[in-house]
């Protein structure tokens, strides 16, 4: 098959390479410049395990190529993805569908013989019908279905994600366009991933569905580790013992600093927006929305609690910008508010993240940005971890002990145990857990 990919970023970058991967033809067409020709040179915009080599090899063999000229690339193409971005739009928190519109105005144009367009990017209901419109008053007559295949990828194991994915979603009403779509995602299928044909409504509003789900799983757990923290309990006993349970499941059940990233945010917000605009207002994903938001400051609150109010003047080491391990997408990411509330509160902040910093600079000011774990926590107060970092997992808390300032650990994603941290005569406070200072 031969795919054009508009749009090359995380997903429409992952997507393409999989798909080249899988021995089709690919061809990624983006409008910012400078990455397309970064990718050309072989470096990769983002930060993501294992796709560099996935990106060299399938360049290699011919099958990936990577434009800024989207016509060429879609007259040639069997499907044609939008991979674009549907950020929250300012103001109102309805998702941006400027660049999906745009995308299929330019897809319109230049479209050649039978051809699948393939909403990829997160949409509300009813966009497909949007982009179909789009397209036939663009180019009437043309010949082509309009299909929606979201996808369900995670930022740091996209590839794994992308490759063995617990189902595939389509959207489509045309029965030449299921054709085309079975044909592209054979592979995984014959993988044993299960392929589930829908109609494209039911499809754009599975993956809204599926967010605000997980969303919903974080901030519940969230909630019951404040509760068990009043109460003397141990949330990661909860989490296990409700877990276990099959209907419950143990995924997702990781209390923290509340949900971030380039996809919970805007779209449990964006399903909100659709809900009400069709007169079906989702009470729980509002209060979900609420409650995640006022989460990440009252982690400000709980370092200062740590420090017995203590924080004016003082200088904090923030472990972990980004808003998960293994990737350098700061969207979104809980350190952004920790870190602005903090310094509303008059701290210093030192910072440290194995691959954020460079985003993490258009997102922060006045944040010093460290080498290392040890370099962060020079001279401060309290040592912040608020993402996973492997490399945060097994601290040497000798060394640490000789550069802080004060031993006070806040752990805010629960990566130690608090007897362990106790025994090297460090204060500790985590998620959910009881107290130790
Ligand atoms: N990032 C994720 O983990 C993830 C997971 C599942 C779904 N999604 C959804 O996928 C979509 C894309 O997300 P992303 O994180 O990859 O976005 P991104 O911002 O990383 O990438 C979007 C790219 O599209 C390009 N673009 C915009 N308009 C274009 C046009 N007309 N022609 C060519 N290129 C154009 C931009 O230059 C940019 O490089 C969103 O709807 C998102 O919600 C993202």
Redesign the pocket.
Known sequence: MRVAM???????LVSGACFADFGHEVTC????AG?IDALKRGEMP?FEPGLSDLVASNTRAGRLKFTTE?APAVSEADAVFI????PSRRGDGHADLS?VH??AR?IARALEGFTVVVT????PVGTGDEVERIINETRPNCECAVVSN??????GA?IRDFKHPDRIVVGADNARAREVMSEIYRPLYLNRSPIMFTDRRTAELIKYAANAFLATKITFINEIADLAEKVGADVQEIARGIGLDNRIGSKFLHAGPGYG???FP??TLALLKTGQDHDAPLRIAEAVVAVNDTRKRAMARKVSAALKGEVRGKTIAVLGLTFKPNTD?MREAPSIPIITALQDMGAKVRAYDPEGMEQAKHYVTDVVFCRDAYDCAKGASALVIVTEWEQFRALDFERLKSVMERRMLVDLRNVYRPDEVARHGFGYESIGRRRRR
């Open positions: 508009i749009g090359t970023g995380y997903v429409g067409v983006d409008k910012d990455k983002i989207l991979a674009v971005g549907t660049f745009e995308a330019e990829k990017s997160t949409v979201p996808e369900f990828l995670r930022e996209a990233g380039s996809c805007k779209d997408d």
